[in-house]
Nanobody
C-alpha cells in the first residue's frame, strides 16, 4: 500500500492551495483518512481528518480555513487550504487507516509528505 501526496508549493499569505493524497495497492477498505503537518522545530500535529462516512474533525488553528474531503471510489483524500498564513508552513503528511484484506485489522499508513511554504 502506498500513499502519494501532491499539491504542495510556495504561496503568499492569504492565498490557497489544494493537497491531494491517493492510496494505492492491495486495499480492501479505508476507514479514517487525514492530514497531519510538521513545521520547523515542531511536533507533528493533526490538521484534518475524515471518516468513511464523511464526518470531519479540525483543530481550532485551521477551522474555517481548511476543508477536508474524500473520494472513496478513488481512495483519495483532499485538503483545501484557504487564507493561508506563514504559520501554516510545514511538511504535510497524508494518513490512512487501511484494511488490506477481510481477515486483517486496520493498519496505519503514511505518505512521504509534501512541503507547503507560505511567505508573508
Amino acid at each position: 500500500v502506498q500513499l502519494v501526496e501532491s499539491g504542495g508549493g510556495l504561496v503568499q499569505a492569504g492565498e490557497s492551495l489544494r493537497l491531494s493524497c491517493a492510496a494505492s495497492g492491495s486495499i480492501f477498505s479505508i476507514n479514517t483518512m487525514g492530514w497531519y503537518r510538521q513545521g520547523p522545530g515542531k511536533q507533528r500535529e493533526l490538521v484534518a481528518a475524515i471518516t468513511s462516512a464523511g464526518n470531519t474533525n479540525y483543530p481550532d488553528s485551521v477551522k474555517g480555513r481548511f476543508t477536508i474531503s474524500r473520494d472513496n471510489a478513488k481512495n483519495t483524500v483532499y485538503l483545501q487550504m484557504n487564507s493561508l498564513k506563514p504559520e501554516d508552513t510545514a511538511v504535510y503528511y497524508c494518513n490512512a487507516h487501511i484494511i488490506r484484506d477481510p481477515l486483517s485489522d486496520y493498519e496505519d499508513y503514511w505518505g512521504k509528505g509534501t512541503l507547503v511554504t507560505v511567505s508573508s
